[in-house]
């Protein structure tokens, strides 16, 4: 089954406390990205990659980092969380191919920083 | 940057009604337009998308109109059902080169019995 999935859907952490959030897709996608959705502000992109090795900002970065050693895993690492990063969190990925494409979500991650 | 406004926030309907979400863009250079459904508890689902090539697309129940010229774009959905419930969100993305989507805020669609 086609699929993204994440882990864990839901955590509940310190401030100061690294984490990491995982991210895998079984769909041989290049592009994948990481996404916050907060009440009354919708979905905003935090990192995206393009293909491995290839990260990019996207509109909200700030205390967060990713890396893209595989193509399949895409994590989400929060080195030093703060209680406003506290939030719903995405994992999507898509296929690149002169258009853009569908874009598959996993099921979520909800995290809680305390 | 793309920006992305949808209206209304929220949205009630009566079962066998329709109901219809606005989307407006500002970048001229997007020519991808996609609807994503979130049921409660799930991430988003693509449930339909237009090229900027299209004006008009359908699938069963939901269609989506597109307007270059004024920067809009809209989803239809006829003769809702109690399972058409959910939050949906409109986004809109540029071509090859970047695949990056801009979400708007999203509507809470609420089809009452």
């Known amino acids: 089954e086609a699929q993204v999935t994440q882990n864990p859907r839901y955590l509940i952490t310190v401030t100061g406390k690294k984490l990491t959030v995982t991210c895998s897709q079984n769909?041989?996608?290049?592009?994948m990205s990481w996404y916050r959705q907060d009440p009354g502000l919708g979905l905003r992109q935090i990192y995206y990659?393009?293909?491995?090795?290839?990260?990019d900002k996207g509109d909200v970065p700030e205390g967060y980092k990713v890396s893209r050693k595989e193509k399949r895993n895409f994590p989400l690492i929060l080195e030093s969380p703060s209680p406003n990063q506290t939030s719903l969190y995405f994992c999507?990925?898509?296929?690149?191919?002169?258009?853009?494409?569908?874009?598959?979500f996993g099921q979520g991650t909800r995290l809680t920083v305390v | 940057g793309e920006n992305v406004e949808q209206h209304p926030s929220t949205l009630s309907v009566q079962e066998g009604d329709s109901a219809v979400i606005k989307c407006t863009y500002s970048?001229?250079?997007?020519?991808?337009f996609p609807w994503y459904k979130q049921e409660l508890g799930k991430g988003p689902q693509l449930i339909i998308d237009?090229?900027?090539?299209?004006g008009e697309k359908k699938d069963q129940r939901i269609a989506v109109t597109l307007n270059k010229t004024a920067k809009h774009f809209s989803l239809h959905i006829t003769e809702t059902q109690p399972e058409d419930s959910a939050v949906y969100f409109c986004?809109?993305?540029?071509?090859?080169?970047?695949?990056?989507?801009?979400f708007g805020k999203g509507t809470k669609l609420s089809v009452i019995p």
């Open positions: 999507a990925s898509s296929l690149i191919g002169g258009l853009n494409t569908e874009a598959f």
């Open positions: 237009i090229r900027s090539n299209v």
């Open positions: 769909m041989n996608h290049e592009y």
């Open positions: 986004a809109a993305g540029s071509g090859a080169g970047s695949y990056q989507l801009t």
């Open positions: 970048d001229s250079a997007s020519n991808y």
């Open positions: 990659s393009m293909n491995v090795e290839a990260t």
